[in-house]
């Protein structure tokens, strides 16, 4: 019904910036929230930076200042913003969205989780 699609990983030195892209499609009558989560290896998996429908963020404290989220609405496309890049925001990171998707019937919500890109940041 819906897929995300993310890009924008790679490799960088600390101190060097990347920006990711999450772009949602399929049967979407609106998106609420949009988020981006990490996990190390070895690690649970952490929420970095959500931006709610009405445009309103939340960010992990230890990125806080370095990483911006956003969203295009009319493009359906989250990003996130990393500059000032650390060794320890190396991690795969997955983009998570809530979805009202469209039916026959009518709606209804749904999570999904993009495929996951990998960041690594060399010191």
Avoid: H
Avoid at 36 to 55: F, M, N, T
Avoid at 61 to 85: C, E, H
């Amino acid at each position: 019904q819906v897929q995300l699609v993310e890009s924008g990983g790679g490799l960088v030195q600390a101190g060097g910036s990347l920006r990711l892209s999450c772009a949602v499609s399929g049967r979407i009558f609106s998106i609420n929230a949009m988020g981006w989560y990490r996990q190390a290896p070895g690690k649970q998996r952490e929420l970095v930076a959500r931006i709610s429908s009405g445009g309103s963020t939340n960010y992990l404290d230890s990125v806080k200042g370095r990483f911006t989220i956003s969203r295009d609405n009319a493009k359906n496309t989250v990003y996130l913003q990393m500059n000032s890049l650390k060794p320890e925001d190396t991690g795969v990171y997955f983009c998570n969205v809530q979805v009202n998707v469209l039916v026959a019937w009518g709606t209804y919500e749904d999570t999904y989780w993009g495929q996951g890109t990998q960041v690594t940041v060399s010191s």
